[in-house]
T-cell receptor, first 114, second 114 residues
């Protein structure tokens, strides 16, 4: 069974709309992350959280807002969607935020913005 | 700042030939941790190898890599490529500073053909 659940797996949105990507991890980890992979591009770090606190933000746009309502949840709200936002968004977690941490990834949410 | 540089783009190999994907890093840490992740199509990225101590080889699923601090490298190798090795490979390391962020290289797409 997947230990990191991302919902929805696929979604299509229109330009200008808003979507929320859901991520829940059942590994008991304290750190969670969002990564993005656009077509023909590598994994791109977006955010990291530790104990529900934002630790690092490498996303230039404020249209991307992570939300952590519980320790094992890290959702991603995206507003005013643009076609360039089309990508697969991966949620990941690690035991703690630190130099030895292995990342565990969810299956991704593939977003298409028309 | 800290960074990870790996063989970029596409590497095409004939089945049975050796695999070598390069990875070098820059970090202020005296004891860096490097990782190789593998990303098969339609799956989530997962850990393939994690570095051990300096000059010690780590192995998994036929792949191996050795952390060499003297050359800041963690190259991925396999003696004989298999068709099932076709995937996207990421070298990753952890950045310095107060906010640890797993940083991925740009990825190497390995295609093994008969």
């Amino acid at each position: 069974d997947p230990k990191i659940i991302q919902k929805p797996k696929y979604l299509v949105a229109v330009t200008g709309s808003e979507k929320i990507l859901i991520c829940e991890q059942y590994l008991g980890h304290n750190a969670m992350y969002w990564y993005r992979q656009s077509a023909k591009k590598p994994l791109e770090f977006m955010f990291s959280y530790s104990y529900q606190k934002l630790m690092d933000n490498q996303t230039a746009s404020s249209r991307f807002q992570p939300q952590s309502s519980k320790k094992n949840h890290l959702d991603l709200q995206i507003t005013a969607l643009k076609p360039d936002d089309s990508a697969t968004y991966f949620c990941a977690s690690s035991q703690d935020l630190g130099v030895t941490g292995q990342l565990y990834f969810g299956e991704g949410s593939k977003l298409t913005v028309l | 700042g800290d960074s990870v540089t790996q063989t970029e783009g596409l590497v095409t190999l004939t089945e049975g030939l050796p695999v070598m994907l390069n990875c070098t890093y820059q970090t202020i840490y005296s004891n860096p941790f490097l990782f190789w992740y593998v990303h098969y199509l339609n799956e989530s990225p997962r850990l393939l190898l994690k570095s051990s101590t300096d000059n010690k080889r780590t192995e998994h699923q036929g792949f191996h890599a050795t952390l060499h601090k003297s050359s800041s490298s963690f190259h991925l190798q396999k003696s004989s490529a298999q068709l099932s090795d076709s995937a996207l490979y990421y070298c990753a390391g952890l950045t310095s500073g107060g906010n640890y962020k797993p940083t991925f290289g740009k990825g190497t797409s390995l295609v093994v053909h008969p």
